[in-house]
């Protein structure tokens, strides 16, 4: 028998599961968040499946059942309805001027206009909500609306704070039409790697729940150790699955240690070559220059507790490196401590792959003062 291909690089729903790809099923957390929310935020490193999940909910409001055949939602949803969805990605490339983020605001509403099969009188902010009222009336149904890294055009020019302001206050004028548009509809749903502070990038989407730390929803991404035992055993016979597991697991969000899946595909297809792949995919130059002017003791990294407050903020002007550093995925949560009304969270590096990974680019910035990549294939006994 044959093995299922690995969905390296896919992160379309219906070509993973119409082309017999690997799929680790996760729509029973999709039904309970689409039952019991209305506006959902999620916040995850790069890499860790938040596209694939949005195009999974995408898939199931759309009503596309022939996808969902012996999967959890198969048969508890109903899949007569279909809502007009509205999907937002940044995702591609990087956008260095005002101007590319209208122009890239307009070519995601013109693609949108295209599939749902209205038109727009005007552009940008206002025909984001023409968008949505068209599509509510035409269809007869609510709207959905998904909105894929919502925050990477900020992250992308983070070093240069004045422009990351404008640019956030674009996005806050672009976002604030979801809360406007409450009676059109049904589900929004942000993800992205970091999670603003309230005074900033949210504060016109107050009545949004943030699901970054909720346990229910922990193992939203990444595979689980009970995945690869069983999802994965087929292809992965004669791994030593502890060395596995001390390589690339560890990762916490109060649920279950997670892997991240690129990870553990990359593995597979290398055939079982420990690298640092999603370390290499590209560590962030302000990270690591954030580090040297901090002058921060590495050491420190396996020993830092922070409250909740702390780590579900990210100041573009007073850039925390403890947040920094947990959101974008170099540190997770190693156990959680409740002190009266206070919650302290303990974190450490996840895993084996960011330890050695992050130490040897730390100590190529200060002694050679610049950010090298080395290939690195370490051997563990």
């Known amino acids: 028998m044959s093995l299922k291909k690995l969905p390296i690089g896919i992160q379309a729903f219906s070509e993973i599961r119409s082309d017999d790809y690997v799929y680790v099923d996760k729509t029973d957390i999709a039904l309970n968040m689409i039952e019991n929310y209305k506006y959902l935020f999620l916040s995850r490193p790069r890499r860790f499946g938040k596209s694939l999940f949005l195009d999974t909910l995408k898939n199931i409001f759309e009503g596309k059942k022939e996808y969902f055949s012996g999967l959890a939602i198969e048969d508890k ?36 206009q ?19 009222i068209k599509a509510n009336e035409k269809y007869k149904q609510k709207v959905v609306v998904l909105i894929d890294e919502y925050d990477k055009p900020i992250l992308d020019n983070i070093e240069n ?20 548009s409450d009676e059109f509809l049904r589900f929004a749903f942000l993800t992205g790697v970091s999670k603003f502070t309230k005074t900033s990038i949210f504060s016109g989407l107050n009545n949004i729940t943030d699901i970054s730390l909720s346990k229910k929803f922990a193992d939203v991404c990444g595979y689980t150790q009970k995945d690869l035992e069983t999802t994965f055993a087929p292809y992965l016979k004669d791994v030593d699955m502890k060395k596995l597991k001390k390589w690339y697991n560890g990762y916490n969000f109060l649920g279950s240690d997670m892997y991240n899946p690129f990870d553990i595909l990359q593995f597979i297809s290398h055939d079982f070559l420990y690298k640092n792949y999603w370390f290499e995919t ?15 003791f590495l050491p420190n990294l396996s020993n830092l507790v922070v409250g909740e407050q702390l780590l579900n903020s990210f100041d573009i002007e007073n850039l925390e490196l403890e947040v920094v550093l947990y959101q974008s995925g170099y540190l997770t949560i190693d156990r959680v401590e409740i002190l009266g009304v206070q919650t ?6 996840p895993n084996l792959e960011v330890q050695s990974s992050f130490n ?22």
């Not at 590209?282 to 921060?296: D, E």
């Not at 302290?344 to 590096?349: A, E, M, Q």
């Not at 680019?361 to 080395?374: A, R, S």
Request: contains cysteine; hydrophobic residues 35%.
């Open 360 to 381: 040897d680019y730390v100590i190529h910035l200060f002694h050679n003062n610049q950010v090298e990549k080395t290939n690195h294939q370490i051997k563990i006994d």
């Open 114 to 132: 295209k599939r749902l099969g209205v038109k727009c009188e005007h552009k940008n902010r206002r025909c984001f909500s023409e968008l949505i």
């Open 282 to 296: 590209g560590t962030p130059t302000f990270l690591m220059k954030l580090i040297k002017s901090q002058n921060y």
């Open 344 to 349: 302290l969270y303990y974190l450490k590096i």
């Open 161 to 180: 704070t004045n422009f990351a302001y404008e640019l956030r206050d674009i996005l806050l004028d672009f976002y604030s039409v979801i809360k406007g």
């Open 77 to 112: 949803w109903d899949w007569s309805k279909s809502y007009p969805v509205i999907h937002i990605n940044f995702a591609k490339g990087s956008l260095k001027t005002k101007e590319a983020l209208y122009d890239r605001w307009d070519e995601i509403l013109e693609d949108n």
